[in-house]
């Protein structure tokens, strides 16, 4: 019944364009993907500055732009827990039954490989460009981050005044850091 539901997980901070192509190219190769937002609980951070509930607008408002089918995906929170080796009883209890987890990321890979799931690891796109940690910097140094996000997720970071936020947990942490040497 599962055969052909596969998972995929990824922090989305935020949605990018090569979230977009892993998740059109898996579609390609399964009848319905589940995507597990991780880290749901973390926000306002250097590397986590989005919601779970923001990053899972930006993935709605996308899917939505790129005329995905609906029916196909289930977007699915996931909070990260402490222990490691329980976590794939963790994410199973969370997501409907799957047979396959397509992931880029080593400890993830390595969790399900241990608990016998089949995991595949999909092609990178642009990684230097399409890269959560290159967005979040372009955003903080008021580069060009548009181009390198769905338009949807670009109206979304706008709305939650997105960029303010990075700039402002940045200079947050940077005067916390000079007031510690003081
Ligand atoms: P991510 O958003 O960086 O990437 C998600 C996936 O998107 C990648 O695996 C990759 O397949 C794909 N991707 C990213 N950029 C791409 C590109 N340019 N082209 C094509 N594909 C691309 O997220 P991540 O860091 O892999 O997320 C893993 C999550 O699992 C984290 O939230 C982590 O906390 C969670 N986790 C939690 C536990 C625990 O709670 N104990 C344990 C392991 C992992």
Not at 52 to 77: F, H, Q, T, W
Not at 127 to 136: A, I, K, L, N
């Amino acid at each position: 019944m599962n055969e052909k539901r596969g998972l995929l997980i990824g922090r989305i901070q935020p949605l990018h364009n090569g979230h977009i192509k892993v998740i059109q190219e898996t579609l390609k190769e399964v009848d319905e993907i589940i995507i597990g937002i991780g880290s749901a609980e973390k926000s306002h951070t250097d590397s986590n500055p989005f919601t779970g509930g923001e990053r899972i607008l930006m993935l709605s408002k996308a899917l939505r732009e790129y005329n995905v089918d609906a029916s196909k995906y289930y977007i699915i929170p996931l909070e990260d827990i402490s222990c490691n080796s329980l976590w794939v009883g963790h994410v199973k209890m969370l997501t409907p039954p799957f047979s396959k987890v397509y992931s880029g990321n080593s400890l993830v890979k390595q969790l399900f490989k241990e608990n016998n799931i089949t995991v595949i690891q999909p092609p990178l796109f642009n990684r230097t460009e399409y890269s959560g940690t290159e967005v979040r910097r372009r955003m903080l140094n008021d580069e060009d981050w548009h181009s390198l996000v769905p338009k949807s997720v670009v109206k979304v970071i706008e709305e939650i005044k997105g960029v303010q936020r990075i700039q402002n947990l940045h200079k947050k942490e940077v005067s916390e850091l000079n007031n510690k040497k003081l």
